[in-house]
């Protein structure tokens, strides 16, 4: 597939996960038997967004020829990057632009209220990171492919395992591609408020437990 389904999944798969840690944690629960902590979060959103690339690969769709010796699709994949940021910067408007305000706060000003305000900062790096781990395989397959040795050779073996062979018509492909990425934005749009409102209590119960401590 092209960047930007890949890129909505892996941050969908990382909403998942942040989603369910943020919720067990608020319920004082140990989400999947663990004692949940940022980089388990992140290295199990990253894991889930590098997964996810396999599972869209297996579904006909059109793509650019990552094996082709130039990429001659250069154009296509420049366009593709700019929607898919501006489709991320459109879903995590709220989040951004909170966060812009507490950056906004000179570094010797900076007390409780921009910390506060800077609660989603963590949250912000692990989709961020999750997005580019899904389009990491192919990354990985481009980048690599003058030192094509065993290891690289067993990763294009599992990466064509996965891949459908079925070709399909442009148009019908980027109905494919543009229904999932939809279907994602939409799923994100409708999740991110509700990671927002868990990460908020947090930041609550955190400043409430703070006051009565004093
Ligand atoms: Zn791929």
């Known amino acids: ?23 067990a944690e608020n319920n004082n629960e140990r989400p999947l038997f663990l004692k949940s902590n940022r980089f388990k979060i992140i290295l199990i ?36 990057s700019i929607v898919a ?15 812009a305000r507490g950056l906004d706060i000179p570094s010797n000003l900076r007390g409780a209220w921009a ?8 949250f912000l790096i692990s989709l961020t990171a999750a997005g580019f781990a899904a389009i990491l395989p192919d990354i990985i397959l481009t980048l ?26 442009d148009g019908y492909a980027f109905m494919i591609e543009a229904c999932i990425t939809l279907g994602m934005a939409w799923f994100l749009l409708k999740t991110i408020p509700k990671i927002k409102i868990e990460i908020d209590s947090k930041q609550i119960a955190q400043e409430l437990a703070d006051i009565s401590s004093r």
């Open 1 to 23: 597939m092209v960047i930007t389904p890949h890129v909505i999944a892996g941050v969908a798969a990382a909403a998942i996960t942040e989603f369910h840690f943020a919720r």
């Open 45 to 80: 959103s990253c894991l889930l967004g590098f997964s996810s690339h396999f599972l869209l690969d297996a579904i006909p769709h059109y793509e650019y020829d990552i094996y082709a010796s130039v990429p001659y699709d250069f154009s296509g994949i420049v366009i593709d």
């Open 85 to 99: 940021c501006t489709s991320l910067f459109i879903i995590l408007h709220g989040l951004l632009r909170e966060t």
């Open 115 to 122: 910390k506060e305000k800077l609660r989603y900062v963590p």
């Open 144 to 169: 690599g492919k003058p030192y094509f040795g065993v290891p690289m050779r067993v990763f294009d073996k599992f990466h064509h395992f996965w891949h459908t062979s079925i070709r399909i018509s």
